[in-house]
């Protein structure tokens, strides 16, 4: 027999999270408790201590990676603590090739902690596949992609680069950071690549209450290191986290496809407005490579960046009303910010740096009239503001 595997909708819904079986609770209940009895040493019903398993943890790690089309999935306390603890995986001398556009605070674990015990690190233009190549070394241990990158919206061509990395050596592992896409536009296993992390703070959570991490792969080998990493570092997650997460999840198919939807008709508005000069958005013809990303997403997504045709962007963010100033992305609400003197300023002086006329927004799910309106007005008001 055939095993049918039930859509994405449905597994956001389900997967791990069957009623409880001890009450019948349909939601996943917050075991809120640090210590869990046991009958005789080593003798209780899979759990002993939170750090090390957690009922709401486990829901939410099972969900993740049947998200991803994952074997295993592990839920960190942050985004970054996911990445933290991946790179612990890493020895001095061991080499990181990263695509030349990542967010800032991972650019600054990079740059800041693991050079300094002995990881190389270097960047290459993550939209030309040959440039990666021959960017690879014989201690490359890693490809580290993020697409769309934050905050240039750059898409890497996921399958053409899985391949060259392993065509390179065959135990190299391609590692993406899926936060703006979700795996609900986008799924870099089933493309080739080997571990995804995901920072569930933004579009996985996708209200603004929470902040979480998680790392999925069907790499059993590596699993069982980060599992113990997991275990022995603590970065986990609280239940409630965990729960507010798995809340989450429930809706992100129809919140991405509502995300792209308002981000496509913002972008085209943003695109022929005259005082704009360049917008970076992959759901639109004018982005470089908007062919990839038709290919590999299911929309353009919620990320929109673009420069203004002379005026600041420090005063366009002051001017909007319903696009908050604020770091984060991928709430219902939807926000404006300046990487460069906010979610990227570690970038500072680094071959990665973001040009300080760059505005990115996250688009949420207000009417796109009204948000497009907003920017109208901010923008009328910059026409008029002394230079
Ligand atoms: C926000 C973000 C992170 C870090 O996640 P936190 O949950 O803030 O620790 C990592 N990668 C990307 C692409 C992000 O946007």
Same mark, same amino acid.
């Given at each position: 027999?055939?095993?049918?595997?039930?859509?994405?909708?449905?597994?956001?819904?389900?997967?791990?999270?069957?009623?409880?079986?001890?009450?019948?609770?349909?939601?996943?209940?917050?075991?809120?408790?640090?210590?869990?009895?046991?009958?005789?040493?080593?003798?209780?019903?899979?759990?002993?201590?939170?750090?090390?398993?957690?009922?709401?943890?486990?829901?939410?790690?099972?969900? !993740? =990676? @049947? &998200?991803?089309? $994952? /074997? %295993?999935?592990?839920?960190? #306390?942050?985004?970054?603590?996911?990445?933290? *603890?991946?790179?612990?995986?890493?020895?001095?001398?061991?080499?990181?090739?990263?695509?030349?556009?990542?967010?800032?605070?991972?650019?600054?674990?990079?740059?800041?902690?693991?050079?300094?015990?002995?990881?190389?690190?270097?960047?290459?233009?993550?939209?030309?596949?040959?440039?990666?190549?021959?960017?690879?070394?014989?201690?490359?241990?890693?490809?580290?992609?993020?697409?769309?990158?934050?905050?240039?919206?750059?898409?890497?061509? !996921? =399958? @053409? &680069?899985?391949? $060259? /990395? %392993?065509?390179?050596?065959? #135990?190299?592992?391609?590692?993406?950071?899926? *936060?703006?896409?979700?795996?609900?536009?986008?799924?870099?296993?089933?493309?080739?690549?080997?571990?995804?992390?995901?920072?569930?703070?933004?579009?996985?959570?996708?209200?603004?209450?929470?902040?979480?991490?998680?790392?999925?792969?069907?790499?059993?080998?590596?699993?069982?290191?980060?599992?113990?990493?997991?275990?022995?570092?603590?970065?986990?997650?609280?239940?409630?986290?965990?729960?507010?997460?798995?809340?989450?999840?429930?809706? !992100?198919?129809?919140?991405?496809?509502?995300?792209?939807?308002?981000?496509?008709?913002?972008?085209?508005?943003?695109?022929?407005?005259?005082?704009?000069?360049?917008?970076?958005?992959?759901?639109?013809?004018?982005?470089?490579?908007?062919?990839?990303?038709?290919?590999?997403?299911?929309?353009?997504?919620?990320?929109?960046?673009?420069?203004?045709?002379?005026?600041?962007?420090?005063?366009?963010?002051?001017?909007?009303?319903?696009?908050?100033?604020?770091?984060?992305?991928?709430?219902?609400?939807?926000?404006?910010?300046?990487?460069?003197?906010?979610?990227?300023?570690?970038?500072?002086?680094?071959?990665?740096?973001?040009?300080?006329?760059?505005?990115?927004?996250?688009?949420?799910?207000?009417?796109?009239?009204?948000?497009?309106?907003?920017?109208?007005?901010?923008?009328?008001?910059?026409?008029?503001?002394?230079?």
């Amino acid at each position: 027999m055939s095993a049918r595997r039930d859509h994405l909708e449905t597994l956001a819904i389900h997967a791990g999270q069957p009623p409880d079986p001890a009450t019948g609770a349909v939601m996943t209940p917050i075991y809120q408790t640090s210590t869990f009895v046991q009958r005789g040493v080593g003798d209780h019903l899979g759990y002993e201590y939170a750090r090390t398993g957690n009922p709401t943890r486990a829901a939410l790690e099972t969900c !993740l =990676a @049947a &998200l991803e089309g $994952a /074997a %295993h999935g592990l839920a960190f #306390a942050s985004g970054m603590a996911a990445i933290d *603890t991946l790179l612990k995986l890493l020895d001095p001398g061991d080499h990181v090739l990263a695509g030349n556009d990542v967010y800032g605070g991972t650019f600054r674990l990079f740059d800041k902690q693991y050079r300094k015990y002995g990881v190389e690190f270097s960047f290459a233009e993550l939209t030309d596949p040959a440039a990666v190549r021959a960017a690879l070394r014989p201690n490359t241990r890693w490809l580290w992609l993020e697409t769309p990158t934050n905050p240039r919206l750059k898409v890497a061509d !996921l =399958a @053409a &680069l899985a391949q $060259a /990395a %392993h065509a390179h050596h065959p #135990a190299l592992k391609v590692v993406v950071d899926n *936060t703006f896409a979700t795996p609900y536009l986008q799924q870099p296993l089933a493309l080739g690549c080997d571990v995804v992390v995901h920072s569930t703070t933004k579009y996985l959570g996708g209200h603004s209450d929470v902040v979480g991490g998680a790392v999925l792969t069907s790499d059993a080998a590596l699993y069982e290191r980060l599992k113990v990493l997991q275990n022995a570092a603590g970065a986990v997650p609280g239940p409630l986290d965990c729960f507010l997460v798995l809340r989450g999840i429930k809706t !992100l198919p129809v919140r991405m496809e509502r995300h792209g939807a308002n981000a496509l008709l913002v972008a085209q508005f943003l695109a022929d407005h005259p005082q704009v000069r360049e917008v970076i958005y992959p759901g639109l013809d004018s982005h470089p490579q908007h062919a990839v990303a038709q290919r590999q997403m299911r929309n353009g997504g919620g990320m929109i960046s673009f420069y203004l045709n002379g005026g600041s962007a420090y005063d366009l963010v002051k001017h909007t009303r319903l696009f908050a100033l604020a770091e984060s992305l991928g709430g219902v609400e939807s926000l404006i910010e300046v990487p460069a003197a906010m979610t990227h300023g570690s970038t500072h002086g680094s071959p990665l740096e973001v040009d300080a006329g760059l505005i990115r927004v996250s688009v949420g799910l207000e009417h796109p009239d009204d948000l497009v309106a907003d920017l109208a007005q901010a923008l009328a008001r910059l026409a008029h503001a002394p230079r």
